[in-house]
T-cell receptor, first 106, second 115 residues
Framework: GEDVEQSLFLSVREGDSSVINCTYTDSSSTYLYWYKQEPGAGLQLLTYIFSNMDMKQDQRLTVLLNKKDKHLSLRIADTQTGDSAIYFCAEGKLIFGSGTRLLVRP | DTGVSQDPRHKITKRGQNVTFRCDPISEHNRLYWYRQTLGQGPEFLTYFQNEAQLEKSRLLSDRFSAERPKGSFSTLEIQRTEQGDSAMYLC?????????????FGPGTRLTVL
């Protein structure tokens, strides 16, 4: 069945780049997504990429898609303490991964 | 329109009771989705509607769960004979068809606690 996997935890220093990785199984998805969830807050769509694209850049965010390996990554440049949150990768009708908790150390 | 709204925001109930949650999507959105999120996990897809038609249901949606969207606008999710394992955050989202499945807007969720 459909499945999305992510690493559980990432810790970086403020100002460094963060890279969060995700693998998925459903190759028919039109979109692949990254959502952000802060403690006590709702899910926020951070960015998304069409399945026919390899890369999308949006300010500090870069999404890379490797369709052959079914691998999606999110790079956050110049990571700030306000970026500390859980980041979810999702595909299709939103099959979510378990989330990667990003901790940004001052 | 202020976005997707859900009511109530919190619900505490005793095991065996029935509960009903409501979701009001963004007004021009014809697709509506329900998800469930437990602590430490990503949201799990439950079901979705296009207009009033329920097009897909997850196997997670046991026969104690029922969802409706009678006029293609708001939706309700009912859980009968609640169990402690039903304790979770129930999330609603909406989107427009014609955008693939681009789902941008989630509601704040209803947190259910079953005692």
């Amino acid at each position: 069945g459909e499945d999305v996997e992510q690493s559980l935890f990432l810790s970086v220093r403020e100002g460094d780049s963060s890279v969060i990785n995700c693998t998925y199984t459903d190759s028919s998805s039109t979109y692949l997504y990254w959502y952000k969830q802060e403690p006590g807050a709702g899910l926020q769509l951070l960015t998304y990429i069409f399945s026919n694209m390899d890369m999308k850049q949006d300010q500090r965010l870069t999404v890379l898609l490797n369709k052959k390996d079914k691998h999606l990554s999110l790079r956050i440049a110049d990571t700030q303490t306000g970026d500390s949150a859980i980041y979810f990768c999702a595909e299709g009708k939103l099959i979510f991964g378990s989330g990667t908790r990003l901790l940004v150390r001052p | 329109d202020t976005g997707v709204s859900q009511d109530p925001r919190h619900k505490i109930t005793k095991r065996g009771q029935n509960v009903t949650f409501r979701c009001d999507p963004i007004s021009e959105h014809n697709r509506l989705y329900w998800y469930r999120q437990t602590l430490g996990q990503g949201p799990e897809f439950l079901t979705y509607f296009q207009n009033e038609a329920q097009l897909e249901k997850s196997r997670l949606l046991s026969d104690r769960f029922s969802a409706e969207r009678p006029k293609g606008s708001f939706s309700t999710l009912e859980i009968q004979r609640t169990e402690q394992g039903d304790s979770a955050m129930y999330l609603c989202a909406s989107s427009r068809s014609g955008q693939g499945n681009l789902i941008e807007f989630f509601g704040p969720g209803t947190r259910l606690t079953v005692l």
